[in-house]
């Protein structure tokens, strides 16, 4: 090996650990802000308080218990802020707080007609495969409830539902309801950048010079090539190349949260805790009706609205054995008696399901809810979870960075 080949093998050497400090630094430019000084998950009054960077990517401490969820945000901003993307359940999660608060119902249906094609336009991935067992019927509340929509709600329920269409599956819905769909999922996104959890979009990778950055480089190999096309070109060469791509994925890095986002992200885990390990033993029989429902679409965007589900129905079962104590759910939003042919005997079902005997049923109706005591609720959870997965179809719908908030 001549001198020359060992000039160029150093200067591909060099690109290398340039490269590498390169990606050093710009690491520490992706991590998370933090409040100095403050208790993990508070927002001090000032404005200007002092911030440092985490010393990993994300918060990784200790996380306080949280009764409620972060203050004015709603299910699917809960789930956009902590891990920085919008995916189908965050989409459901809304559906299903609106159905909570009365803006309409959802109701299972048999899987019966073959899902609307349009679909295909939307989706950046085939759908899966199997034929679904379960559909999901939409139907708008007759009155407007008294709660106030927000721009993103009103939007997404505007689009769902036509001019003229109050009732609506979802397998059928046409190219205005999936852009509705479509158009929530930005709206999410741009929600918690003008809430001012992120700089700029979470899912926008980095600076706009890659693509130059790679260019110049492969440039850069090509000429250590034509001048030595040798072992010490071809080295320099691939470790210039080697290099390059290395430093253009680490500039190209996650969009890292303001302090203001790890703050209400960590008060968002100290509740998805909560939900996570709630036991029975914890709510009076007069709050836990009000409870469940309110926060089910909190823990649906957790991934807990199982446990969170079985922990009521064994509140319910406790309650049967005390006298005067009522428990009523109040889950007339939420419909799976379509499924059976039990279409008059909804309110019965549940009940007996929260028993969990299921004495008043055949052996069909008792397998079609999960089955076993305290389960009937946790049952129930899986439909919710079945509708989640009726919306998979839409975490092919990009990131929403081509569009411009």
């Avoid at 306080?64 to 920085?84: E, I, Q």
């Avoid at 930005?186 to 890659?210: I, M, S, T």
């Avoid at 709630?278 to 409870?291: P, S």
Wanted: charged fraction near 25%; aromatic fraction near 10%; include cysteine.
């Amino acid at each position: 090996m001549t001198s020359t080949d060992l000039g160029f093998l150093v200067i591909g050497i060099l690109a290398l650990a340039v490269a590498g400090l390169a990606t050093v630094v710009a690491r520490r430019f992706h991590r998370d802000e933090i409040f100095a000084g403050a208790t993990p998950g508070t927002i001090p009054p000032d404005p200007h308080a002092p911030r440092e960077r985490l010393r990993t990517q994300e918060y990784q401490g200790e996380v306080a218990v949280a009764f409620s969820p972060p203050r004015g945000v709603s299910p699917g901003l809960v789930g956009t802020v902590v891990d920085g993307s919008v995916e189908a359940r965050d989409l459901t999660a809304i559906l299903v707080d609106l159905a909570v608060r009365g803006h309409l119902t959802i109701t299972a249906v048999p899987a019966d007609e073959k899902p609307n094609p349009v679909r295909r336009k939307f989706a950046r991935r085939p759908e899966p495969d199997g034929e679904p067992k379960t559909d999901w019927v939409l139907e708008r509340a007759d009155r407007t409830p008294a709660d106030a929509l927000d721009g993103l709600e009103s939007r997404l329920l505007d689009g769902i539902f036509a001019p003229g269409v109050e009732k609506v599956r979802m397998s059928q819905l046409d190219a205005r309801g999936l852009q509705a769909l479509r158009q929530a999922q930005v709206d999410l996104y741009a929600g918690a950048v003008e809430r001012g959890w992120y700089a700029r979009h979470p899912q926008q990778r980095g600076a706009g010079g890659g693509c130059l950055l790679l260019g110049l480089g492969f440039a850069f190999a090509a000429l250590c090539l034509i001048a030595r096309p040798a072992v010490g070109g071809i080295g320099a060469a691939l470790m210039i190349v080697a290099s390059t791509i290395w430093i253009s994925r680490a500039i190209r890095g996650r969009t890292p949260r303001t302090a203001e986002g790890t703050a209400v992200r960590i008060q968002a885990l100290g509740f998805k805790r909560y939900l996570a390990t709630a036991e029975a033993d914890q709510f009076k029989f007069e709050e836990a009706a009000g409870i469940f429902s309110r926060y089910l679409p909190y823990a649906m965007v957790f991934g807990v609205a199982q446990h969170w589900a079985k922990t009521f129905g064994e509140v319910a079962r406790a309650a049967k054995d005390v006298p005067g104590a009522d428990v009523n759910f109040d889950l007339t939003w939420f419909d799976v008696a379509a499924l059976s042919a039990l279409d008059t005997a909804t309110d019965l079902l549940w009940l007996d399901a929260l028993d969990g005997s299921f004495d008043l049923f055949d052996g069909d109706a008792f397998l079609a809810f999960g089955g076993d005591a305290v389960e009937g609720l946790s049952g129930f959870a899986t439909e919710i979870g079945d509708f989640m997965g009726s919306l998979d179809f839409l975490d092919g719908l990009g990131d929403g960075c081509d569009f411009d908030f």
